[in-house]
């Protein structure tokens, strides 16, 4: 884990066409559904990719799914890389941030 200006961010290194999971908090399952956000970049506007309403899969072309409070992203592509948010909606309304980094050389 690493903190920035009082905000943690743990790393997921992940490859091209692989499948990634992302785990919302400390690696422990959480029992209230999370929202997850995306983030291209540190100071870029977050914009919601899965709610428990729905997924917007703008730029992730179907590619999106979750299972409780891991984020999967099928099929990973470079320009997947960048800081993905998890928002608890129940008790504390906790915020985790990930940073996503995608390697390989297979284009997309």
């Known amino acids: 884990m690493f903190s920035f200006s009082g905000i943690d961010f743990r790393y997921k290194t992940s490859f091209v066409r692989e499948t990634a999971h992302l785990l919302c908090g400390d690696g422990k399952k959480l029992s209230s559904p999370?929202?997850?956000?995306?983030?291209?970049?540190?100071?870029?506007k977050a914009r919601r990719i899965i709610s428990a309403e729905?997924?917007?899969?703008?730029?992730?072309?179907?590619?999106?799914?979750?299972?409780?409070?891991?984020?999967?992203?099928?099929?990973?592509?470079?320009?997947?890389?960048?800081?993905?948010?998890?928002?608890?909606?129940?008790?504390?309304?906790?915020?985790?941030?990930?940073?996503l980094t995608v390697e390989g050389k297979f284009s997309e």
């Not at 999370?34 to 870029?44: K, N």
């Not at 992730?60 to 470079?78: A, C, D, M, W």
């Open 54 to 99: 729905y997924t917007a899969n703008g730029g992730f072309e179907g590619r999106l799914n979750s299972s409780g409070s891991t984020l999967i992203i099928n099929n990973v592509k470079k320009s997947d890389n960048g800081i993905y948010i998890c928002v608890e909606n129940y008790g504390t309304g906790t915020e985790h941030k990930i940073v």
């Open 34 to 44: 999370v929202d997850w956000l995306y983030q291209q970049s540190l100071g870029a």
